[in-house]
């Protein structure tokens, strides 16, 4: 279930004490056009001006409780009144920034589980259409299949077709909102295929071979782009830390330093390389290709 950060209220409650902040909602939709589209694409039922409504409610609680603790604190500390003010709403800008753009974030979790499962639907769908089954008990089958995102995608089509929609146009309602663009690009020849009375086998195989390919395109890339990371994660990690601790060794006999020093600057090293440790995986799992499985 969607949910925004940094809310402490259950979405139902959010949402119905917000709706007295709908226009100041209305009011800075226009500050976001993308907005719109990315919730749309994370299939969040909210409107613009209802989820920066929401936005702006929880915002406000945070300022408050927030910003009471940090004035109770620096007071006690005889701490000047308006920089915790200030802080405060510095803190409370970043959460909405946060807040803003975490439809995207949703979005791309839901592109990279849809082009993970999409090759295997596709190969489903394959030995199903050279078995002779039905394009509408194909799509019922990757419904109830364990591919994630796909199948729901699919379950929501299958719904529409029971409803009374065509197939062809349902399909291609599916791929016009969808966020993933291997995806679109998938249905759109399936759709083509569907219109022009092509054999489906040949249409499907088609796309497998363009997704295998396009599959081993993204490896390389990949590839590519590990080296540069392997060389800054040598110097960051093993090289500076080695040359630092051969420095300071040197330098300890010159220069008196007191054990409590000594301790400080070889824990401030072990910080930093788990600190880079945790950016260089970080930074691997973040650029690996979409269309690769687990």
Known sequence: MFKIPYSLLPMRVLRSASSIFLGIGEFFQGFFPFLKLHLKQAQVDFSVKEYLSM?????LIFFVFFGSFFVLVLSSMDKSFLFGII????????????QIVYPNVV????????????????????????????????????SEG?????????SKAVKNINAGNPQIVTLEDMAA????????????QLVNGM?????????VNEIINLLAEEQILEIQ??????????????????????????LLIVLSSFISLSETSTKLI??????????????????????RPNLLSD
């Open 221 to 246: 890339r990949y590839g590519s782009q590990l080296n540069p990371l392997a060389m800054f994660y040598m110097l960051v990690v093993v090289i500076g830390p080695s040359l630092g601790m051969t």
């Open 87 to 98: 802080a405060t709403i510095l803190i409370t800008s970043f959460v909405f920034l946060q």
């Open 107 to 142: 979005v791309g979790r839901r592109i990279r589980d849809i082009e993970k499962n999409l090759l295997p639907a596709l190969q489903n769908i394959l030995v199903q259409l050279n078995s002779g089954v039905p394009l509408f008990n194909m799509l019922v089958s990757i």
């Open 195 to 203: 219109k022009s009375g092509s054999d489906m086998s040949n249409v």
């Open 146 to 154: 364990s591919y994630g995102e796909v199948s729901k995608e699919f």
């Open 177 to 188: 909102i969808n966020p993933s663009l291997f995806f679109r690009r998938a249905i759109w």
């Open 55 to 59: 936005c702006f409610l929880t915002d």
């Open 266 to 287: 070889f824990w401030s090293l072990y910080g930093i390389v788990i600190f880079f440790q945790i950016m260089f995986m970080g930074a691997i799992k973040s650029k």
